[in-house]
C-alpha cells in the first residue's frame, strides 16, 4: 500500500522522474474528479480497484520532485 511520503519512480526511454505521494483515497467507480487539472501542477494520478469492493476505486496522488 502506498503512504504519504512514499517514492514512486517512473522510468520513460533514458529518463526516471521521481514523485512523492501526497494523497490517496477511495471513491466510487464513476467519480472522476481525481483526474482533473490542480492548477498546473506536476501530478501522477494512479487509480485502480478496491481489493474486496470492485465498485470502489483507490486512488493515489504523488507530486514530482
Not at 2 to 20: A, H, M, P, R, V
Request: some cysteine; glycine content about 2%.
Amino acid at each position: 500500500k502506498l503512504e504519504t511520503g512514499d517514492k514512486i519512480i517512473i522510468q520513460y526511454k533514458f529518463s526516471n522522474f521521481t514523485y512523492s505521494v501526497i494523497d490517496n483515497f477511495v471513491t466510487s467507480e464513476n467519480d472522476l474528479t481525481p483526474l482533473n487539472s490542480k492548477n498546473n501542477r506536476t501530478l501522477l494520478t494512479l487509480i485502480t480497484c478496491k481489493k474486496t469492493n470492485s465498485k470502489k476505486r483507490v486512488i493515489v496522488v504523488a507530486k514530482r520532485l
